[in-house]
């Protein structure tokens, strides 16, 4: 499977996981994150979501990420799977993993990616809330947490 | 000459359209340039271009500025700022 991929539907966290490190007996650590859809944002109720993307940038956007990552850590694989569609509370948005020899170097670089992610690859959140659509606007923090790792 | 732009989300919604081909004057045009000419066509596209709003363009699908050149078949896209993850 490739090691980015965007999908409508679900993924299998320990399955996605373990594709990681199967046969592989030089993984001594493997960070990973999952993003999931919140009933509430901004004192908003949320029902639901859907997430556009730009089909063909995106998936680039995200290699580049990724690429960037395994070139200022010394990491061994890195996983990205990310959802589009109309998604409802509690489901799966994103997993991001990361494979290594040490922890540290697993970890820094999934969260490098996932900061990465929010403010460079290009996809977008329309919130459905009791007053209707909304567009989630960016904001100013995601900058500030993709910007300490200039 | 002859470019391909596509809108994507709250900025798609706004001009009302998801894709089309635009002719643009010979010369040496750029992203700016072209923004001009779509500011150029009614209210709407005045506003939703208007300096101050927050969009972003995208020329053959990598990160690009007002300054960016353009040629003949570059697919150029205009979005607002991502908010995926």
Not at chain 1, 109 to 130: N, S, V
Request: charged share 25%.
């Amino acid at each position: 499977m490739p090691f980015v991929r965007v999908q409508a539907e679900d993924f299998d966290v320990g399955r996605e996981l373990e594709a990681l490190t199967r046969g592989r007996v030089d993984v001594g650590a493997l960070a990973s994150f999952v993003g999931l859809v919140r009933d509430a944002n901004d004192g908003h109720a949320i029902a639901g979501m859907t997430l556009e993307h730009y089909p063909g940038m995106t998936e680039k956007a995200l290699e580049e990420i990724c690429a960037e990552a395994r070139s200022r850590w010394n990491v061994i694989d890195t996983l990205v799977i990310h959802r589009v569609g109309s998604l409802r509370p509690g489901e799966r948005i994103v997993l991001v993993g990361v494979s290594g020899a040490h922890r540290g170097e697993a970890f820094a670089a999934c969260e490098f990616i996932m900061d990465y992610l929010k403010t460079r690859a290009p996809f977008w959140k329309r919130e459905d809330t009791p007053q209707g659509p909304r567009w989630v606007e960016a904001r100013g923090s995601d900058d500030q947490a993709a910007n300490r790792w200039k | 000459m002859m470019v391909t732009l596509l809108y994507f989300a709250s900025l798609r919604e706004r001009v009302g359209r998801s894709r089309e081909e635009v002719a643009l004057p010979a010369g040496t045009p750029t992203v700016a340039a072209l923004v001009e000419q779509l500011r150029q066509r009614d209210d709407r596209w005045t506003e939703a271009f208007a300096p101050g709003e927050s969009w972003r363009v995208a020329v053959n699908q990598r990160m690009a500025d007002p300054a960016t050149p353009l040629k003949p078949g570059d697919e150029v896209a205009f979005f607002p700022p991502v908010t995926g993850g």
